[in-house]
T-cell receptor, first 113, second 114 residues
Framework: EAGVTQSPTHLIKTRGQQATLRCSPI?????VYWYQQALGLGLQFLLW???????NRGNFPPRFSGRQFPNYSSELNVNALELEDSALYLC????????????FGQGTRLTVV | GENVEQHPSTLSVQEGDSAVIKCTYS??????FPWYKQELGKRPQLIID???NVGEKKDQRIAVTLNKTAKHFSLHITETQPEDSAVYFC?????????????WGAGTKLIIKP
């Protein structure tokens, strides 16, 4: 069974540009979560999608947005990039809404210069 | 809202000794408590979880205990080995406004000294 896959693995952008990160969940998983992990720090919750709808978002500005497609894959878009957006962005999927294991992708390392 | 505090931020133990990482949560409605391990350069992976109807759960060298009254839960690793070196994250799960949410601790860097 294929795991959660993210693309690209690395992304370098300049300040003010837009970044698009992609996530494909495990087959059969309907929930997708996005997290930001700054270097040496913990997991900060960004967004949660389930069945194509945004269910919850973390304490991030509106320039962080995303969507979930009918096949449950997801995109994270970051507009007007700032230097402090440089981080590892992790996507996780789970089989159902709620109390179950979340499987993480390998992450996209975004560097803003 | 829910808040999860994790201690210590860094833990260094001698190989073969035990390691204990503690988390406290604020919302008594939290009912799911997973622990994830993230090795250097790798993705976080679930190592053990516990639900609020259970006080303790073991899986070989790792165990998790939950004290609902005190609102804290702990990860115990016995007979530590070099491969246990990693960052460990705890989380508390609860339903908020009809949505399920995992609230994460800040992580503990565990260093196993040879």
């Amino acid at each position: 069974e294929a795991g959660v896959t993210q693309s690209p693995t690395h992304l370098i952008k300049t300040r003010g540009q837009q970044a698009t990160l992609r996530c494909s969940p495990i087959s059969g998983h309907t929930s997708v979560y996005w997290y930001q992990q700054a270097l040496g720090l913990g997991l900060q919750f960004l967004l949660w999608y389930d069945e194509g709808e945004e269910r919850n978002r973390g304490n991030f500005p509106p320039r962080f947005s995303g969507r979930q497609f009918p096949n449950y894959s997801s995109e994270l878009n970051v507009n007007a990039l700032e230097l402090e957006d440089s981080a590892l962005y992790l996507c996780a999927s789970s089989q159902q809404r709620g109390l179950t294991e979340a499987f993480f992708g390998q992450g996209t390392r975004l560097t803003v210069v | 809202g829910e808040n999860v505090e994790q201690h210590p931020s860094t833990l260094s133990v001698q190989e073969g000794d035990s390691a204990v990482i503690k988390c406290t949560y604020s919302d008594s409605a939290s009912n799911y408590f997973p622990w994830y391990k993230q090795e250097l350069g790798k993705r976080p992976q679930l190592i053990i979880d516990i639900r609020s109807n259970v006080g303790e759960k073991k899986d070989q060298r790792i165990a998790v205990t939950l004290n609902k009254t005190a609102k804290h839960f702990s990860l115990h690793i016995t007979e530590t080995q070099p491969e246990d070196s990693a960052v460990y994250f705890c989380a508390a799960g609860l339903f908020m406004d009809s949505n399920y949410q995992l609230i994460w601790g800040a992580g503990t860097k565990l260093i196993i000294k040879p």
